[in-house]
């Protein structure tokens, strides 16, 4: 008797919560080719990565083995299958890879890569179950997620990169219902992630105290920053997840001191064609481009 584990894993990097699923399909297949047993297992996790769904897939489907065996794994990602076989080493994500050698000793494993959506039945009912558990957890963030008060004013923040003259240039419509007013600027060797937050701070800068506001942005690393990052940061003195500085920290800090007080929300939005508020900040940061 020899088991296959088919193995995939799905996360929406473009959601707030960053929500992920994976899947794996355990089989027992006898002598003669023939299917003796099968049994799906899956779960998720927000704040993820694809990596370490794929990952995990796998560390779940050993784990589901209660003896040592001969197994062949069959996955679609080539991060994991590099690095279980020894071609590439560990850089990222070593706690998982520490949890996949462990349940790995036992057993003598055969790797097999296959293409995703290539057509491979057990493959894409891996996919099938790995999203779904991914859906799961986005629909239970979502349904939870703050409304945007009537009253509250809305930003849109736009920013673009010109890799020629090194510069960034930041625009936003400020809409507060009856009225609207646009602010932009430009900003020399500065890369568009810090232009987004110096954009958001010169915004904030602009309004009067205490008052709700609504941030779109079209840069999800600020709305990560602030809806989920920002807590763990200071806790963790200004350290990331794996122990690295935190990039931009003074600006970081001058937004929550900014924020303090008032109701601020930050919405990352993947979609913005069919937004005027974008629609005119792409106009403005070419405009300002254009000028510098």
């Known amino acids: 008797m020899r088991i296959t584990i088919y193995t995939d894993g799905a996360c929406d990097i473009h959601a707030e919560n960053r929500p992920g699923g994976w899947a794996a399909i355990l089989q027992a297949v006898g002598e003669n080719g023939d299917v003796n047993k099968e049994r799906e297992i899956s779960g998720g996790a927000e704040n993820t990565t694809n990596n370490q769904m794929e990952l995990k897939a796998v560390i779940e489907g050993l784990g589901a083995l209660k003896e040592p065996t001969e197994v062949t794994i069959f996955t679609d990602s080539r ?51 790995a999203v779904a558990e991914k859906n799961k957890l986005a629909v239970s963030k979502s349904a939870t997620a703050d409304p945007i008060p009537n009253e509250a004013l809305k930003i849109y923040l736009s ?29 020399l060797n500065t890369n568009e992630m810090e232009g987004t937050l110096i954009g958001a701070i010169n915004c904030l800068e602009s309004l009067p105290a205490a008052q709700d506001v609504v941030i779109f942005t079209a840069q999800e690393y600020l709305s990560k920053g602030m809806n989920q990052w920002l807590n763990g940061w200071i ?36 979609s913005r064609d069919d937004i005027p508020g974008f629609q005119r900040g792409k106009e403005l940061t070419a405009e300002v481009l254009n000028r510098a």
């Open 159 to 187: 920013t673009r990169y010109s890799g020629k003259g090194k510069l960034t240039a930041w625009a936003a419509l400020i809409d507060d219902g009856a009225d609207q007013k646009e602010i932009c600027g430009s900003l």
């Open 235 to 270: 806790a963790k003195r200004w350290k990331t997840r794996s122990g690295e500085t935190v990039k931009y920290r003074k600006h970081w800090e001058r937004l929550r001191q900014l924020t303090e007080g008032c109701r601020v929300q930050f919405r990352f939005v993947k």
């Open 79 to 129: 991060y994991v299958m590099d690095i279980a076989t020894g071609a590439k080493k560990v850089t990222r994500n070593k706690s998982l890879w520490q949890e996949y050698y462990r349940n790995a000793e036992r057993h003598e494993i055969d790797w097999k890569y296959v293409a995703g959506h290539s057509g491979n039945v057990l493959n894409e009912r891996c996919d099938r179950l």
